[in-house]
């Protein structure tokens, strides 16, 4: 009897001793996590088609330029499952008409902060599926119009998004594909009346400004595609980019579509902390591998 107890005294100590050892292996593990930040910086050119019946019932085309900032990181909470995007867009498009006696410009901005849960899948595949938040700020200039030549452009959304992405070697070369759409779902954007100036929006008439979107009345698709070419700690990236935007409200009906080559350079930083010790053995994980 006193064997038997003392063996499962022995027993005991064992399982608590090794769930303590996997407890601290685990708290050492999350410690010596690293999240390296994978930002882009890039550079747009390519076409684009505007029209706004507020302004104008003419169609124009012509040049779009912009320039653009994307952040990738691993989330803290879980890492290995979950990703956050920040993206942060200028846009620029300078159109004329079909005689080329009139020009339309269109400036705008647009930020987004995002969390997608990715899968990897086997030989180098990976996707994620997630929602954004973002907001889209403009304006339209037409200068032939003396009385009304500007329409603004604002909107909040809640956006589904979701990428597929390969990381292989091309011709020797370490490369990372992605593809990703974005799709606003919901939110709210504002127009004027037809016909509506500005002034009078100026001197108190705030009503029937904002408005519902959804896909009945306000639709935007962006499309990205990228390939990073690793050439060490600093990598190329080129790409492509089709933007299409649609709403119709209070008789506006707004277009701008646009279709841009990407350029820029992209890479992976570590920050450090100089007042911790620097741990020798970390486990890396990384927002596109």
């Not at 100089?274 to 927002?287: C, G, L, Q």
């Amino acid at each position: 009897m006193r064997f038997i107890k003392r063996a499962t005294i022995f027993s005991i100590l064992f399982y608590i001793q090794a769930a303590i050892t996997t407890s601290v292996a685990a708290t050492t593990d999350t410690l010596n996590i690293v999240r390296p930040v994978m930002s882009a910086y890039t550079l747009r050119a390519g076409s684009a088609y505007l029209a706004d019946t507020y302004l104008t019932p003419i169609k124009y085309s012509g040049l779009n330029i912009g320039i653009g900032y994307e952040r990738l990181q691993a989330m803290k909470f879980n890492p290995e499952r979950w990703v956050m995007q920040l993206k942060f867009n200028l846009n620029i498009d300078r159109t004329l008409n079909k005689v080329k006696n009139a020009t339309m410009w269109y400036a705008g901005i647009d930020f987004s902060w995002g969390m997608m849960h990715r899968w990897r899948l086997n030989h180098g595949f990976s996707i994620g599926a997630g929602g954004s938040a973002g907001v889209d700020v403009g304006c339209l200039y037409l200068n032939r119009n003396g009385n009304n030549p500007a329409s603004a452009k604002a909107a909040i959304t809640v956006n589904a998004t979701g990428y597929a992405a390969w990381n292989g070697n091309i011709w020797k070369i370490p490369v990372t594909l992605r593809y990703q759409p974005t799709l606003p779902v919901i939110g709210a954007f504002f127009s004027p009346d037809y016909g509506e100036l500005y002034y009078e929006i100026y001197l108190g008439n705030h009503s029937g400004l904002a408005h519902c979107a959804w896909w009945g009345n306000y639709f935007k698709l962006d499309n990205t595609i990228t390939a990073d070419l690793h050439f060490g700690s600093t990598s190329l990236r080129l790409g492509y980019q089709c933007n299409i935007f649609s709403s119709k409200v209070n008789h506006i009906v707004t277009h701008n579509y646009t279709h841009a080559a990407i350029i820029g350079i992209s890479g992976e930083w570590i920050s450090l902390n100089p007042r911790n010790k620097i741990i020798e053995r970390s486990r890396i994980i990384s927002a596109t591998y």
